[in-house]
């Protein structure tokens, strides 16, 4: 059984940083690839980065290329996704996902999701 926690969520001033953090536990971090999603108030869950297995590929949505990166430690079993330049529209609960083998960027394709953590952006 995967478990993934989120945390580093919080209010921000548009134009200020956050860095989000995901600890994962229950398998082997390594075979997995690590996505984050973010679902906006009243709207659909919708795909923001993903890195590969080893930390070598990402992949980012249009709406964050530039402002965000994403990144994982393997020997910590913990995947990061930098947050600058932050906008009101980036307000969103921000979910860790995980999927065995190679990325992905469709919410139906990811096998374990964290619980969330809400970023706030004021203008």
């Known amino acids: 059984q995967v478990q993934l926690v989120e945390s580093g969520g919080g209010l921000v001033q548009a134009e200020g940083s956050l860095r989000l953090s995901c600890t994962f536990s229950?398998?082997?971090?390594?075979?997995?690839?690590m996505s984050w999603f973010r679902q906006p108030p009243g709207k659909e869950r919708e795909f923001v980065v993903a890195?590969?297995?080893?930390?070598?590929?990402?992949y980012y949505g249009d709406s964050v290329k530039g402002r965000f990166t994403i990144s994982r430690d393997n020997a910590k079993n913990i995947v990061y996704l930098q947050m600058n330049t932050l906008r009101p529209e980036d307000t969103a609960v921000y979910y860790c996902?995980?999927?065995?083998?190679?990325?992905?960027?469709?919410?139906?394709?990811?096998?374990?999701w964290g619980q969330g953590t809400q970023v706030t952006v004021s203008s």
């Open positions: 229950g398998r082997t971090f390594s075979v997995y690839s």
């Open positions: 996902a995980a999927r065995v083998g190679s990325p992905a960027t469709t919410k139906s394709s990811f096998d374990s």
């Open positions: 890195i590969t297995r080893t930390g070598g590929g990402t």
